[in-house]
């Protein structure tokens, strides 16, 4: 049985590291506060009362596809679109399909902004198989109307941020969850994170300032890391019960 992701692709790299995924996430937070649609993520009360819990059960259900093979990563998807169709029936209505494609959208550019912000930009080929991955699942998740290429996905990605991005009193509502469940300075760490990672329209919409010491001081943490403080630095950084998710999230890291 074939892999659903290659061996050798970018996606395998990007979502197969924890600090990565964390960056991910960090903007997905940013964005999943701002979108039309977040009065979903709200129905179950899910996100709310656990939005650092929801977060890791999003990156195992994402890696349960990115690095399985073909049937078992087909199946992951259906598990998906059954959850989603359980919450349609119980609320008795459909998630629109702008919606779907908001948040495959989110996981395209941030794998991409995280991925730079921590390593380096990636390559012409490697945007191509990063989208090229993300159409799959989107289209195993039957989101209708994908751009069929990075390029025009680049000018959908714009056009949606425009259309389906607001700030709103669930903003409000989500934010100061996120501020409760990490507390006063994790929060803080949390807002800068974002201010260099979201693109310029959500950071716009959340009045964020960029924060260049954050961007500069990312060699630092990579050398750190090398030295083999990484644990030491998550276990300040993250709260306590938190560090084992992440540590598990390293466990399928691609060979370099």
Not at 109 to 119: C, I, K, Q
């Amino acid at each position: 049985m074939s892999d659903f992701v290659r061996q050798d692709s970018i996606v395998r790299r990007i979502w197969g590291d924890g600090d990565t995924i964390l960056l991910v996430f960090a903007g997905g937070a940013a964005e999943f506060a701002l979108n039309r649609a977040v009065d979903w993520l709200f129905f179950t009360g899910e996100l709310p009362r656990d939005p650092i819990g929801r977060l890791f059960s999003t990156a195992a259900f994402a890696q349960d596809i990115v690095f399985a093979d073909e049937d078992t990563a087909q199946r992951t998807l259906n598990r998906i679109r059954a959850i989603h169709g359980a919450v349609e029936q119980q609320r008795g209505g459909r998630i629109p399909d702008w919606a779907h494609r908001d948040v495959l959208y989110m996981l395209v550019d941030y794998s991409e902004r995280a991925h730079t912000l921590l390593h380096r930009p990636l390559t012409g080929a490697e945007r191509e198989d990063l989208y090229s991955v993300f159409h799959r699942v989107g289209t195993g998740l039957g989101i209708p109307d994908l751009p069929v290429s990075y390029s025009e996905w680049q000018l959908d990605r714009e056009r949606h941020l425009r259309e389906d991005c607001a700030y709103s009193a669930l903003t409000r509502e989500l934010y100061a969850q996120y501020r409760r469940h990490l507390g006063p300075w994790r929060f803080a760490l949390l807002l800068q994170t974002q201010s260099v990672l979201v693109p310029d329209y959500v950071r716009q919409l959340l009045k964020l300032s960029p924060t260049p010491w954050l961007r500069h001081g990312i060699p630092l943490y990579r050398l750190l890391v090398r030295v083999g403080l990484r644990s030491l630095i998550r276990g300040v950084l993250l709260p306590t019960r938190y560090v084992p998710e992440v540590r598990r999230l390293d466990q399928l890291t691609a060979p370099a």
